[in-house]
């Protein structure tokens, strides 16, 4: 029996399991000292414990397959086509793992500068701003780290590179069919990076686009999701921002200064107006304090147009301050100054001709009242008008 033992352990199968038992046993010693020393850091730095979390699933299996193809790489790849399938299957696994390790050491200092600079502060801008350049750039390297991965994958089977070759050589108009094909894909890449740079949008931010108001709920890869605001959503592709104009409310600021139109009669006095819009603004708590005017900005031939400009620190407050102006100039105007909606005057005789106020006036004596002139509707000489009044 002994000699049998011996002799088998003698056998490459069994100098194999032993290699393969001693490696896994060293990988779980080497897994045991990382995760305590990363856990100690992760004490310490809130990047370390994110690093812990997020690459825990790939590091489980990064060190047995490292330790098996280091195994495995130690026997000659002529000594058995079994071998030698199993050596590329590993070498296979193991770059995959190492691209999944990549990605989600990414996504955990994505996660650590989005923590460091939350959104749900007051002033947002600068966070906006991080934020916004990290996702879209932790997007971006998520798609090259995953091609390059890809690519050496490719490179590692020598049949793979032969296909390759022998694809570019030959299939050229499949080739320019597909450049034509991944044109958007690289086209919104491309935009992706620009937007994270120049940042003309970034998260958060109050836009109008094809005439819809929302805000900027996410930007991927490709698309950027627009929040309407009666909760809508609007995917927009990345290299839109790009190429077409669009209104950004909170590109440097997110202060306003919001408009209430109002057209009312020329008599309507405008003091008692400026002190009524003025009460509304400082009783009101949405008002920033910085603007506060009435001004007449048009007159035509049957009204005047009034604007009034009042401030606030963001689009939500300013819509609703101007509603509360409206509303409160209004009411203002009907409770005091019922007469100051628009008018329309005519003046209308009885044979369908505007009278003349400029001919000379009949003496009373010398003029006798036709039977014509009789009735509710009669020429300038007795005042009777027909006024018209619409608002």
Same mark, same amino acid.
């Given at each position: 029996?002994?000699?049998?033992?011996?002799?088998?352990?003698?056998?490459?199968?069994?100098?194999?399991?032993?290699?393969?038992?001693?490696?896994?046993?060293?990988? /779980?010693?080497?897994?045991? #000292? &990382?995760?305590? %020393?990363? +856990?100690?850091? !992760? $004490?310490?730095?809130?990047?370390?414990?994110?690093?812990?979390?997020?690459?825990?699933?790939?590091?489980?299996?990064?060190?047995?397959?490292?330790?098996?193809?280091?195994?495995?790489?130690?026997?000659?790849?002529?000594?058995?086509?079994?071998?030698?399938?199993?050596?590329?299957?590993?070498?296979?696994?193991?770059?995959?793992?190492?691209?999944?390790?990549?990605?989600?050491?990414?996504?955990?200092?994505?996660?650590?500068?989005?923590?460091?600079?939350?959104?749900?502060?007051?002033?947002?801008?600068?966070?906006?701003?991080?934020?916004?350049?990290?996702?879209?750039?932790?997007?971006?390297?998520?798609?090259?780290?995953?091609?390059?991965?890809?690519?050496?994958?490719?490179?590692?089977?020598?049949?793979?590179?032969?296909?390759?070759?022998?694809? /570019?050589?030959?299939?050229? #108009? &499949?080739?320019? %069919?597909? +450049?034509?094909? !991944? $044109?958007?894909?690289?086209?919104?890449?491309?935009?992706?990076?620009?937007?994270?740079?120049?940042?003309?949008?970034?998260?958060?931010?109050?836009?109008?686009?094809?005439?819809?108001?929302?805000?900027?709920?996410?930007?991927?890869?490709?698309?950027?999701?627009?929040?309407?605001?009666?909760?809508?959503?609007?995917?927009?592709?990345?290299?839109?921002?790009?190429?077409?104009?669009?209104?950004?409310?909170?590109?440097?600021?997110?202060?306003?200064?919001?408009?209430?139109?109002?057209?009312?009669?020329?008599?309507?006095?405008?003091?008692?107006?400026?002190?009524?819009?003025?009460?509304?603004?400082?009783?009101?708590?949405?008002?920033?304090?910085?603007?506060?005017?009435?001004?007449?900005?048009?007159?035509?031939?049957?009204?005047?147009?009034?604007?009034?400009?009042?401030?606030?620190?963001?689009?939500?407050?300013?819509?609703?301050?101007?509603?509360?102006?409206?509303?409160?100039?209004?009411?203002?105007?009907?409770?005091?100054?019922?007469?100051?909606?628009?008018?329309?005057?005519?003046?209308?005789?009885?044979?369908?001709?505007?009278?003349?106020?400029?001919?000379?006036?009949?003496?009373?004596?010398?003029?006798?009242?036709?039977?014509?002139?009789?009735?509710?509707?009669?020429?300038?000489?007795?005042?009777?008008?027909?006024?018209?009044?619409?608002?």
């Amino acid at each position: 029996m002994t000699e049998l033992f011996s002799l088998w352990m003698r056998g490459p199968w069994a100098r194999l399991g032993l290699t393969l038992a001693a490696g896994l046993i060293i990988s /779980l010693l080497v897994r045991a #000292v &990382a995760y305590a %020393a990363l +856990g100690r850091l !992760a $004490k310490r730095q809130p990047l370390f414990s994110d690093i812990l979390h997020r690459a825990s699933a790939p590091m489980e299996w990064l060190l047995p397959l490292l330790v098996v193809t280091v195994a495995l790489r130690t026997w000659p790849a002529s000594a058995s086509a079994l071998f030698a399938l199993l050596q590329q299957l590993l070498l296979i696994a193991l770059l995959a793992v190492g691209t999944w390790l990549v990605v989600r050491c990414i996504g955990a200092l994505e996660d650590a500068a989005i923590r460091n600079h939350p959104m749900d502060v007051a002033d947002n801008l600068r966070a906006r701003r991080v934020v916004t350049q990290v996702r879209v750039l932790g997007r971006t390297a998520d798609v090259v780290v995953i091609i390059l991965g890809a690519s050496i994958i490719l490179l590692t089977i020598p049949g793979a590179r032969q296909v390759g070759t022998s694809l /570019l050589a030959s299939a050229g #108009v &499949a080739g320019l %069919a597909i +450049g034509f094909a !991944a $044109k958007p894909v690289l086209s919104n890449l491309i935009a992706g990076l620009q937007i994270a740079l120049t940042q003309p949008i970034r998260l958060d931010d109050v836009v109008i686009i094809e005439g819809e108001w929302g805000r900027i709920e996410e930007i991927t890869g490709t698309y950027v999701v627009v929040r309407i605001w009666d909760e809508r959503r609007l995917v927009v592709p990345l290299n839109w921002f790009i190429e077409n104009p669009f209104q950004n409310w909170t590109r440097q600021s997110a202060q306003l200064i919001g408009t209430v139109f109002l057209k009312l009669d020329y008599r309507t006095p405008l003091a008692p107006l400026r002190e009524e819009l003025t009460r509304l603004c400082h009783e009101s708590e949405l008002w920033d304090r910085r603007v506060c005017i009435l001004q007449v900005t048009d007159t035509d031939e049957h009204a005047m147009q009034l604007r009034a400009l009042v401030s606030t620190s963001d689009s939500g407050r300013g819509w609703d301050l101007r509603c509360l102006v409206r509303e409160g100039l209004i009411a203002f105007i009907q409770t005091h100054y019922p007469d100051a909606l628009p008018r329309w005057r005519g003046e209308l005789s009885r044979n369908g001709q505007a009278p003349d106020h400029h001919a000379p006036s009949v003496p009373p004596a010398q003029h006798s009242p036709s039977p014509e002139d009789e009735g509710p509707l009669r020429a300038h000489g007795d005042g009777a008008h027909a006024t018209q009044t619409g608002s």
